[in-house]
């Protein structure tokens, strides 16, 4: 069983396996599988199961994750809502629900913090508490479609934490979340966003997934980036984009480039120019994100020099974007979520 206790973290077939060892029929398993399929959150709740087989599985070890909203806002402007969960240790995560025009999209966390410490991060500032299971992952999602009474069709791992950092419990989640039983998600509605551990990105190229990959680039040379993500100083960008055209070839997927635009770190026509040359005739998209303001530090530069760096990129053929704001008021955007110090503020 690999260790696993999370018992919303199991495939069918780990569960089969579970049960067998535990000497309990088969059917067992089958009726385990959906409970959690179903987004159970306790023992209690699966009443069709012996109190005496529940009780050897908790004997045993086994846990069932859960995330209880602890804290929610609700912005006034776009309905955006933002999540601050609690998982069964009290560790504290947050996600974001956003509505477009195709459904509901969710931002979830994939570990309590942080600890690849990007300095226009909010997530990174306490460093990271731990991992999240599969099943804390999903457990999002099940707490939000419920909440909201709604169903999440899209889903990025763009929340709290590193997901390539949280390798295995990542690609755990992404096979279950594609469960017809479950919340049937498939993967290409799943997107996948890392700082740039190319480790990670070889091993997920290897996997060879439907997902989409977005990497945070955001700056186009290595000693810009060098200051801005530490990351940067184990895997420079030319390692970095290399991973990333493997990455490519091997899946055929596009790869999505995060660039956060903060005026005067690397927000000039030069860099436009220097970023286009690095990604020429690469099978990607760049999203430019306004930065968020979490230190000042880091200012956004006015949209009219967004719009000239996007139009650059365009004229040299990068096909470009620059993201929606969604939940401003209720510091929903990308880089905001930081789980410490906002407990105590109003609910709406
Ligand atoms: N660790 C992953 C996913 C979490 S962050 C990653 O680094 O990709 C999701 C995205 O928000 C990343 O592109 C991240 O760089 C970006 N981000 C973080 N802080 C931000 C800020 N203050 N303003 C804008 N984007 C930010």
């Not at 299971?133 to 909440?147: H, R, Y």
Request: aromatic share 8%; proline share 3%; charged share 25%.
């Amino acid at each position: 069983m690999n260790g696993i206790k999370d018992l919303k973290s199991c495939s069918q077939e780990e569960m089969q396996e579970l049960v067998l060892q535990l000497g309990q029929p088969k059917f067992r398993a089958a009726q385990l599988f959906d409970w959690m399929c179903k987004g159970a959150e306790s023992f209690d709740e699966m009443k069709n199961v012996p109190a005496a087989f529940k009780t050897q599985l908790q004997n045993a070890g086994y846990f069932i994750s859960y995330a209880s909203v602890y804290r929610k806002w609700v912005s006034r402007i776009d309905k955006t809502v933002k999540y601050l969960f609690e998982l069964h240790d009290k560790e504290r995560v947050e996600a974001v629900v956003m509505q477009y025009k195709h459904g509901y999209s969710m931002c979830i966390s994939t570990q309590a913090g942080c600890r690849m410490g990007c300095r226009f991060c909010a997530s990174t500032i306490d460093g990271k508490q731990r991992d999240l299971t599969a099943g804390e992952m999903l457990s999002q999602i099940f707490a939000a479609q419920k909440d909201l009474n709604i169903r999440i069709s899209n889903v990025v791992l763009m929340g709290m934490g590193e997901p390539l950092d949280n390798f295995d419990n990542t690609v755990r989640f992404l096979k279950l979340a594609g469960n017809e039983k479950g919340l049937h998600i498939g993967m290409r509605h799943i997107s996948v966003s890392t700082c740039g551990l190319v480790e990670g990105i070889r091993r997920l190229k290897d996997l060879n997934l439907q997902i989409t990959l977005s990497v945070s680039l955001h700056a186009a040379d290595n000693a810009t980036r060098d200051q801005i993500m530490p990351v940067n100083k184990k895997w420079p960008i030319e390692v970095l984009l290399q991973a990333c055209r493997e990455y490519i070839e091997v899946t055929g997927r596009r790869i999505s480039f995060e660039y956060a635009v903060i005026k005067g770190v690397n927000d000039t026509p030069q860099d436009a120019d220097k970023l286009a040359d690095l990604l020429k005739g690469m099978l990607c998209h760049v999203n430019l994100i306004p930065v968020n303001p979490v230190k000042e530090e880091f200012v956004k530069p006015d949209r009219i020099y967004i719009e000239k760096f996007a139009d650059r990129l365009k004229n040299k053929g990068i096909n470009t974007t620059i993201r929606r704001t969604l939940g401003a008021d209720i510091q929903a955007s990308c880089g905001q979520l930081r789980a410490k110090d906002r407990t105590e503020t109003a609910v709406l």
